[in-house]
């Protein structure tokens, strides 16, 4: 495959939800990568320690809080890099899915529901929106969305998050059209994730054992197991994927 490089050297990739599970892990496998790598959190906790962590690789990193649901704060946020660092690759990875959200549609409370779609839909459309115009000026810009196996199926007590999902997805294939042939926008659909966010359903027999059972590799996946395929999406490697959305699911839509 002459001329295609699975590396990330010379760009700067910027990691949403970066400080923890899947985002951490995909902001230090773009650093082993060769890209410099910024990651994004509302807050410091863990975030210092992630770019601690990206510096070790021998790239460069900076830390950097915002809030992906305040418009106005992300796009001055993706300004300030644009201009500091320049903005090579993106990656939509913030996302929740608090107990407000959860259980039968009648049990969602609004707040509940406000709260999923403006971090794991909005939030997303904000920050493609501000680091759209660096992608696109940039030699071969790359945005990544992390959704879920939620956003190809249906999961039960789960509607807020699946329907934020869905839409992640929707996005991504509206994006990739929009910003073609300049800038590719690809998804990534993981199963269940061996993170702070299925610890309480790793801690339940019951549920852990309903999830593997339908899990034909049968366990939960390593946050590493997704970084690499967001990795891939934004090299040179998938340089003719754009619109697409793999799934990194142990099998699960498989079936």
């Given at each position: 495959m002459d001329g295609l490089e699975f590396g990330l050297e010379g760009r700067t990739a910027v990691v949403t939800g970066g400080s923890r599970g899947i985002g951490r892990a995909v902001a230090v496998g773009f650093a082993e990568a060769g890209a410099d790598v910024v990651p994004l959190a509302r807050g410091e906790t863990d975030l210092t320690e992630v770019v601690a962590a990206i510096r070790e690789r021998g790239v460069e990193s900076r830390l950097e809080t915002v809030d992906v649901t305040d418009a106005a704060a992300v796009?001055?946020?993706?300004?300030?890099?644009?201009?500091?660092?320049?903005?090579?690759?993106?990656?939509?990875?913030?996302?929740?899915?608090?107990?407000?959200?959860?259980?039968?549609?009648?049990?969602?409370?609004?707040?509940?529901?406000?709260?999923?779609?403006?971090?794991?839909?909005?939030?997303?459309?904000?920050?493609?929106?501000?680091a759209g115009p660096a992608l696109r000026d940039g030699d071969g810009g790359a945005l990544v969305n992390v959704a879920s196996v939620g956003g190809l199926v249906g999961l039960p007590r789960q509607h807020p998050y699946v329907a934020s999902k869905h839409g992640l997805v929707g996005l991504t294939r509206s994006l990739a059209l929009d910003w073609a042939?300049?800038?590719?926008?690809?998804?990534?659909?993981?199963?269940?994730?061996?993170?702070?966010?299925?610890?309480?359903?790793?801690?339940?027999?019951?549920?852990?054992?309903?999830?593997?059972?339908?899990?034909?590799?049968?366990r939960f996946a390593d946050p590493a197991e997704v970084a690499g395929p967001a990795v891939f999406l934004a090299s040179d490697l998938a340089g003719y994927a754009t619109g697409a959305t793999l799934a990194v699911d142990g099998g699960w839509t498989a079936r």
């Open positions: 796009a001055d946020c993706f300004d300030r890099l644009a201009d500091d660092l320049g903005v090579d690759v993106v990656v939509n990875n913030a996302g929740i899915n608090p107990d407000a959200a959860l259980g039968p549609p009648e049990a969602v409370s609004d707040e509940g529901l406000e709260r999923v779609l403006a971090v794991n839909l909005e939030g997303a459309f904000a920050c493609a929106r501000a042939p300049d800038v590719r926008v690809n998804c990534l659909a993981p199963g269940y994730v061996a993170t702070d966010l299925t610890a309480e359903l790793r801690a339940d027999d019951d549920l852990r054992r309903s999830i593997l059972e339908r899990t034909p590799l049968e």
